[in-house]
């Protein structure tokens, strides 16, 4: 216990000069500061929190270590819907049309996984991964097609926090930003449920939990968040992945805390990640990149585990 206490300690310090140098490293103007670091760190913190947040809530309802919204689609299907929306000219409705296709993956998946009459894990993740492959599909024909949006495309297939806020989206992104964290406060305190739903279907349902409801309820907002961070930032995929993992070999096992663990230790293991991708080569790289470079090896080690 005590050395857990050190090791939050260690992390708090940790994650306080990690942020002073996200913001102050190069010496950056006043103008700098404010337009650029400043909305990019808090974009990294929301996208590493609600990816964090979102894939230990997944890895505890499906009761599968594999489980994040990467692996199961979604990030997919909102790539597709934001990749619209910025074709389309609607910059300011990419976060809307994010969560529809999201949204639409996830219907697609939520059906397939209960053909037969019941829910099926093993199958909900292999629909996830044959209806990301069929978005991804769509993607690439959008990209040929419009060949002069192929950099956009790209950074959002690759991850970007780079991303330049107006006035106007600067409003809204702050609106965004107060709701996500709200709808993962919420997720929280539906961690209850899920550390029940741990024990089976059966047993959950005895002691009066809607199991159906309820993974329907944190799909949907799952849906949404995972919507949210591709309309801005991209697909970044594996944070969703390790860092539960992380979390549950720090705080010994599944805990009802973990989904908060998870989604702070993300936030900063991302904003860490975007520091990297800023300054590891003189042109910056895209975050996606470092994050797939972390989180490859530890998808096969969970794997190798898992038998």
Same mark, same amino acid.
């Given at each position: 216990?005590?050395?857990?206490?050190? =090791?939050?300690?260690?992390?708090?310090?940790?994650?306080?000069?990690?942020?002073? !140098?996200?913001? !102050?490293?190069?010496?950056?103007?006043?103008?700098?500061?404010?337009?650029?670091?400043?909305?990019?760190?808090?974009?990294?913190?929301?996208?590493?929190?609600?990816?964090?947040?979102?894939?230990?809530?997944?890895?505890?309802?499906?009761?599968?270590?594999?489980?994040?919204?990467?692996?199961?689609?979604?990030?997919?299907?909102?790539?597709?819907?934001?990749?619209?929306?910025?074709?389309?000219?609607?910059?300011?409705?990419?976060?809307?049309?994010?969560?529809?296709?999201?949204?639409?993956?996830?219907?697609?998946?939520?059906?397939?996984?209960?053909?037969?009459?019941?829910?099926?894990?093993?199958?909900?993740?292999?629909?996830?991964?044959?209806?990301?492959?069929?978005?991804? /599909? !769509?993607?690439?024909?959008?990209?040929?097609?419009?060949?002069?949006?192929?950099?956009?495309?790209?950074?959002?297939?690759?991850?970007?926090?780079?991303? =330049?806020?107006?006035?106007?989206?600067?409003?809204?992104?702050?609106?965004?930003?107060?709701?996500? =964290?709200?709808?993962?406060?919420?997720?929280?305190?539906?961690?209850?449920?899920?550390?029940?739903?741990?024990?089976?279907?059966?047993?959950?349902?005895?002691?009066?939990?809607?199991?159906?409801?309820?993974?329907?309820?944190?799909?949907?907002?799952?849906?949404?968040?995972?919507?949210?961070?591709?309309?801005?930032?991209?697909?970044?995929?594996?944070?969703?992945?390790?860092?539960?993992?992380?979390?549950?070999?720090?705080?010994?096992?599944?805990?009802?805390?973990?989904?908060?663990?998870?989604?702070?230790?993300? /936030?900063?293991?991302?904003?860490?990640?975007?520091?990297?991708?800023?300054?590891?080569?003189?042109?910056?790289?895209?975050?996606?990149?470092?994050?797939?470079?972390?989180?490859?090896?530890?998808?096969?080690?969970?794997?190798?585990?898992?038998?």
């Amino acid at each position: 216990m005590k050395n857990r206490k050190w =090791i939050f300690i260690l992390f708090g310090i940790f994650s306080i000069l990690l942020v002073v !140098f996200y913001l !102050f490293i190069n010496k950056p103007t006043t103008h700098i500061l404010i337009a650029v670091r400043l909305p990019r760190i808090m974009l990294a913190f929301l996208v590493g929190f609600i990816l964090s947040g979102v894939g230990y809530s997944f890895q505890i309802m499906l009761n599968n270590p594999l489980a994040e919204p990467y692996i199961l689609g979604i990030s997919s299907g909102a790539a597709f819907g934001s990749i619209l929306a910025g074709i389309l000219g609607l910059y300011l409705f990419m976060p809307l049309f994010g969560f529809a296709g999201a949204l639409i993956s996830l219907t697609i998946v939520w059906f397939l996984a209960h053909l037969g009459g019941f829910f099926n894990r093993t199958k909900l993740l292999l629909s996830g991964i044959i209806v990301g492959m069929f978005f991804s /599909a !769509f993607i690439s024909l959008i990209m040929y097609f419009n060949q002069q949006d192929i950099g956009n495309i790209i950074n959002v297939l690759m991850g970007n926090l780079g991303h =330049i806020f107006s006035r106007r989206e600067w409003f809204y992104f702050v609106i965004v930003f107060i709701i996500s =964290i709200l709808l993962m406060l919420y997720l929280f305190l539906l961690s209850r449920k899920l550390m029940i739903l741990t024990t089976g279907d059966i047993i959950a349902g005895s002691l009066g939990i809607d199991v159906k409801k309820l993974r329907r309820k944190i799909f949907i907002i799952s849906s949404l968040l995972t919507g949210i961070t591709v309309a801005y930032a991209g697909i970044i995929g594996f944070i969703g992945l390790i860092v539960p993992h992380i979390v549950r070999m720090i705080s010994g096992g599944n805990k009802r805390t973990g989904i908060i663990y998870s989604a702070i230790f993300g /936030a900063v293991l991302l904003i860490m990640c975007d520091l990297i991708a800023m300054n590891i080569t003189i042109i910056e790289i895209p975050v996606g990149i470092i994050t797939a470079f972390l989180g490859c090896p530890f998808f096969l080690f969970i794997m190798a585990k898992s038998k």
